[in-house]
């Protein structure tokens, strides 16, 4: 799990022309887990698949962060396991694969990407296809 979720940081920054190899650190958890996470960062008090807290997010209204030192932090990414699993059964595909698509989704939020409408939406979903293809995680 450990080599894909590497790919999947390594391809998603060469998608995005970094530099160097971004540092981001991915927590692997459980549905409860995620929740507390999105009840206390989203307020959302529900699980969901994943989520991502950006380093250097510029949030109307939101906390400020100190400017980091080390240009290649981008953030964390958090991934439910058991909610991985449900999705993979549900699209019939490898749990390996579902987990690459979340890691993906959560580095294109890290790297500015949203999918608040559907024009987003579809950027999003082709930059996930073109990184996943890349490390040959296709369907």
Do not use: W
């Not at 990407?113 to 490390?135: N, T, W």
Request: proline share 1%.
């Amino acid at each position: 799990m450990e080599k894909l979720l590497e790919k999947v940081v390594a391809g998603a920054a060469r998608q995005a022309d970094l530099s160097s190899q971004p540092e981001v650190s991915i927590l692997l958890v459980d549905d409860e887990g995620i929740r507390e996470l999105n009840a206390s960062y989203r307020g959302i008090d529900q699980s969901t698949d994943v989520l991502s807290f950006a380093s250097r997010e510029e949030v109307e209204d939101g906390p400020e962060f100190v400017s980091l030192e080390d240009e290649n932090i981008l953030g964390d990414v958090v991934i439910s396991l058991e909610t991985a699993q449900r999705q993979a059964n549900e699209y019939g595909h490898s749990l390996e694969r579902e987990i690459g698509f979340l890691a993906a989704h959560g580095m294109l939020h890290l790297l500015g990407f949203d999918h608040c409408g559907e024009e987003e939406r579809a950027v999003m979903r082709e930059k996930e296809e073109s990184i996943l293809e890349r490390i040959g995680l296709t369907r």
